[in-house]
């Protein structure tokens, strides 16, 4: 009787879930709070990546190996235990979401956060950004040509 009884409560939550995944796409699924975080974007394809017995294998021009400062502004995705991978911008493919390093004017080093939206001004296109584990965003507008790299793959 018990095992009926949990199988029809699974069936049931499911059935919820699936009808607000499928019939309100954008309703959240019922088991996560919060709101939606933009994901990165999609940078590499599967033609970047192989899988050799028990090596992975990345082919991923222009890529640079990056370590990262124990800042904690990009908790819990990346810490200084942590090794990274980016590649150069290309300005048509940044996106909400993408985590970026760029020299920042106002602390003069290399800060990596994620973008949090991108507008304009009379300058043109800025980007602003803010590390996932930060109050509040970055007080500079970060041009393009402030971004050093786009962060494709974490390592830990």
Sequence with gaps: MIKYVIAVIIVFLLGVGTYNVVAQPNARFPFFSGQEVPSPGDWLTDKNIAISGRNVLLSIPNATLVAYANTNSMDPVLDDTAHGIEI?????????????????????????????????????????????????????????????????????
Excluded: M
Excluded at 100 to 118: E, F, G, K, P
């Design 88 to 156: 150069p911008p290309l300005k048509e493919k940044l996106r909400v979401g993408d985590i970026i390093s760029y020299r920042s004017s106002t602390l003069n080093v290399i800060v990596v956060h994620r973008i949090v939206s991108i507008e304009q001004d009379s300058r043109g296109a800025y980007y602003t950004v803010q590390g996932d584990n930060n109050n509040a965003k970055d007080p500079e507008k970060v041009r393009f040509e402030d971004i050093e790299g786009v962060v494709v793959a974490l390592i830990y």
